[in-house]
Every structure is written in structure tokens, then in C-alpha cells.
């Protein structure tokens, strides 16, 4: 096993993967020489060309409109919006052709293609570019919706989008390319991949399940460890893929604990976590003990003021607050 970065993580996914498929192509802004806004695509224009890694202008609806086509056509492009905030200039190519093309065609047109959107807030990159639409693509019947987290399953899931034939959005927290986890090296390392619809438990417990994905996963786990010391045994699951969503997994837990906590970084407001407590009401209410709990951010603009900023996004305390909120009712 070697230990690399989330950023190390994907480009490496991009080079094994673009090596033993010559279809596989990029476009976005600053991807060739730059390597991209943060780094992903390094070296990639240097090893498999200008024609296959393509800086674009910034038109966002131009180069998104362009991998549509491409896809539709017999290639297999990845799109890098700039960051996921500006994925709203592209969602006509998106949502009325990427996500309609293979059903309204008879299955006869496949869309091969994957949108990288860095999403996520924090560092004072404010409202325009802190944004999480991911609750958007999952209410579009078409996509493939994943936001994983740990190096090994962002480069085993990138390795399956690339080879899906169906568009993928990949959402990508903009504070994890730093982070660090093991992943198989060698001949092993290039041939895993990690499924869309499998969530992973990151910790067992018996009190609260607690489901996140993306960097709430992360803070859950933290959270989840701070609780352990006050005696409260808290189960981790991140979801990893979000669309489909592994909900046998999620009910099987709860069905141990009896009582839900969700978790999201977007805006409360319409957003994943309400769809799922809505989906695991659904399908076990007798499970329940208590009455699910949501984490979300505040529903305001992203403040640029570091104090503000912390205020809004959801945090371990804000994650422990919810598990004894939810806990109050035994």
C-alpha cells in the first residue's frame, strides 16, 4: 500500500486510466499547461497532448456543451468546472441533454462522460465559490451522482466514472486535495476500482448513526471519536456515492441504533440530508426510536469573514449537538 493525497489520487486515476483508453479526453480552464486550479491534471498535456487535455476559454457553457458531443459521439471526456459554483452556467447542456441523450435516444446514444465539480466551503473563498448543488443532480433522473472522500475510494470510484457509459458528476470537496490515505500500489493499484452505490462504515457503533459523505464524513468520524469519550458509541457511514445511495446500508444500522443523525455541508434547506431522512422514513419509521436529525449549513450566503464563515458551515460540535438532541428522547 503506498500513501498518497486526494489530488495525488486522482491524477493518478487519470494517468493509468487515459494510458489503456485513447478515447478518454479532458477540456476545462488552465488543465493543460497550469495543470488545473489545483493541480489535478499535472503533467497529463505533457504526456497524452494537447488534443486529449484541451485548455478551454472560460465558457463554461462551450467546453461542458462541447463534452456533451463528444460523449455523445464515441469519446469519453471529463469536464473540470472551475470550481462547482459556475457548474449553473452549463446545466442546460447538462441537465436537458447529458442526463435526457441515452433515454431519449433508445439507448442507442451512450454518455460517456464525466463533470469534475470541486465543491465545498471553507478559506474564505465566499458566497460565489463555497457553494453544494449536489441535491440538484440527484433530483435529475440520468446521472450518477458520487462525492467520496478518502484517497482509495476517489481513485477506485474516479476509475469506475471514466468507464461508465452514463454521466457522472464527481464532486470533489475543495479542502481535501491535501488529505492522505492508503491505496494499493503497483499492478494492484492500477486495476481496483471502487463501485457507485456502496457506502463504507468508517466506525461501528450502537447509540447513533450518523450519516455523511464528502468532508461532513470526516468531521462525523471526529465527532463520532469526541462522543466515544462521553460514553456515546456513535456508527459512521459515508455514503461515498450519492446517486444511487446505498440505503441497505443506512437501514441496517439504524435498525441496530434505532435513532439517525444526517449530515450535509450544503444549505439545510433542499438538501440531501432531507431526502434521505425522508427515503429512511420510508422505509423503517418503526425502526425509530427519536425523530431524525439534520446538519446542514446555515441557508445564507457564504460569508468571506473567517468568524461568519465558521458560524455557517457544519462542524463536529454542530454534528454532537444533533446526537444529543436526537439522543434526548430515550
Avoid at 32 to 61: A, H
Avoid at 203 to 220: H, K, L, Q
Wanted: proline share 6%.
Amino acid at each position: 500500500m503506498a500513501v498518497i493525497t486526494v489530488r495525488q489520487a486522482l491524477n493518478d486515476a487519470f494517468k493509468e486510466e487515459m494510458k489503456i483508453d485513447p478515447t478518454i479526453i479532458m477540456m476545462g480552464c488552465d488543465i493543460g499547461v497550469r495543470g488545473g486550479p489545483f493541480g489535478i491534471t499535472l503533467d497529463l498535456m505533457n504526456m497524452y497532448g494537447k488534443d486529449r487535455v484541451i485548455d478551454t476559454p472560460i465558457s463554461e457553457p462551450a467546453f461542458v456543451g462541447a463534452c456533451v458531443g463528444a460523449a455523445a459521439t464515441g469519446l469519453r471526456p471529463v469536464a473540470e468546472v472551475l470550481y462547482s459554483d459556475w457548474i449553473t452556467l452549463g446545466m442546460d447542456q447538462l441537465v436537458n441533454m447529458a442526463a435526457k441523450m441515452r433515454y431519449m435516444f433508445g439507448g442507442k446514444v451512450h454518455m460517456p462522460l464525466v463533470v469534475r465539480a470541486p465543491f465545498g466551503a471553507g478559506g474564505g473563498i465566499a458566497a460565489q465559490h463555497s457553494q453544494s448543488f449536489e441535491a440538484w443532480f440527484n433530483h435529475v433522473p440520468g446521472f450518477k451522482v458520487v462525492a467520496p472522500i478518502e484517497p482509495y475510494d476517489v481513485k477506485g470510484m474516479m476509475k469506475t466514472a471514466l468507464r461508465d457509459d452514463n454521466p457522472v458528476i464527481f464532486f470533489e470537496h475543495k479542502r481535501s486535495y491535501q488529505l492522505k490515505g492508503e491505496v494499493p500500489d503497483g499492478e494492484e493499484g492500477e486495476n481496483y476500482t471502487v463501485p457507485f452505490g456502496k457506502a463504507a462504515v468508517r466506525r461501528e457503533g450502537t447509540d447513533v448513526t450518523i450519516v455523511a459523505y464528502s468532508m461532513m464524513a470526516i468531521r462525523a468520524k471526529k465527532a463520532a471519536e469526541e462522543l466515544a469519550k462521553e460514553g456515546i458509541s456513535c456508527e459512521v457511514i459515508d455514503l461515498i456515492s450519492l446517486l444511487p445511495l446505498d440505503y441497505e446500508t443506512v437501514m441496517n444500522s439504524i435498525a441496530k441504533t434505532n435513532r439517525v443523525v444526517v449530515c450535509q455541508e450544503a444549505n439545510l434547506r433542499g438538501g440531501m440530508a432531507g431526502d434521505i431522512v425522508s427515503e429512511i422514513i420510508d422505509r423503517g419509521f418503526d425502526l425509530l426510536d427519536a425523530p431524525p436529525v439534520r446538519v446542514g449549513a446555515l441557508n445564507v450566503p457564504m460569508p468571506y469573514n473567517k468568524g461568519l464563515e465558521d458560524l455557517c458551515i457544519p462542524n463536529e460540535q454542530k454534528i454532537k449537538d444533533a446526537v444529543y438532541k436526537v439522543l434526548d428522547n430515550k
